[in-house]
């Protein structure tokens, strides 16, 4: 099926440092969310956008929906160790029965103290 | 609001036998949704619920796995004569209080499913 298209793969960090992690897509989206999943556990929401342009902010996430509609971007403010995880964004369409999300690969975060 | 559970966390089987799995959403949540998820991938759509009408399903529910949710509450995913392919996690969630207008989906832990 279909997946978005989410960059990079990993990164390997220092404790303190941002991190920026983006997700493209062929089509568009009406809604826009980003998960974070630790191993043998199901995906954590962690912010949810619902306007092309908007830029929302929860603790030290911040992520932004793309003027396009195809892409959104998660940053990472000042990293620390349990930051370390994969992290997912997922699109949905919305409407009518379009509630199913579309998930990218994900991106493996790894903290170093 | 207690999170959406899921039962079994894990379930080990041998090729050929039929598992069911079972989800209890957020509490008046009246979406929800399964989804499997294999390593290495996200977590990819199966089917979806709105209260006890099953609205959507993926090409990939092939005609071994059922869904139901006879009551619009809990669901129970079923995989009949199991293959080693369908090894993989089992995600559940579940989305929209009505009144609120909100559309989030919020997962359960999973059910990690072996096939051997």
């Known amino acids: 099926g279909q997946q978005l298209n989410q960059s990079p793969q990993s990164m390997f960090i220092q404790e303190g440092e941002d991190v920026s992690m983006n997700c493209t897509s062929s089509?568009?989206?009406?809604?826009w969310l980003w998960y974070k999943q630790d191993p043998g556990e199901g995906p954590v929401l962690l912010i949810a956008?619902?306007?092309?342009?908007e830029l929302t902010s929860n603790g030290r996430l911040t992520a932004q929906f793309g003027i396009t509609r195809k892409d959104s971007f998660l940053n990472i403010s000042a990293s620390i160790p349990s930051d370390v995880g994969i992290y997912f964004c997922a699109g949905q369409l919305g409407g009518g029965s379009n509630y199913k999300l579309t998930f990218g690969k994900g991106t493996l975060l790894t903290v170093n103290p | 609001d207690t999170g959406v559970s899921q039962d079994p966390r894990h379930k080990i089987t041998k090729r050929g036998q039929n598992v069911t799995f079972r989800c209890d959403p957020i509490?008046?949540?009246?979406?929800l949704y399964w989804y499997r998820q294999t390593l290495g991938q996200g977590p990819e759509f199966l089917t979806y619920f709105q209260n006890e009408a099953q609205l959507e399903k993926s090409r990939l529910l092939s005609d071994r796995f059922s869904a139901e949710r006879p009551k619009g509450s809990f669901s129970t995913l079923e995989i009949q004569r199991t293959e080693q392919g369908d090894s993989a996690m089992y995600l559940c969630a579940s989305s929209f209080k009505p009144g609120q207008g909100m559309y989030e989906q919020f997962f359960g832990p999973g059910t990690r499913l072996t096939v051997l």
């Open positions: 956008l619902y306007k092309a342009g």
């Open positions: 089509s568009i989206f009406n809604t």
């Open positions: 509490s008046e949540h009246n979406r």
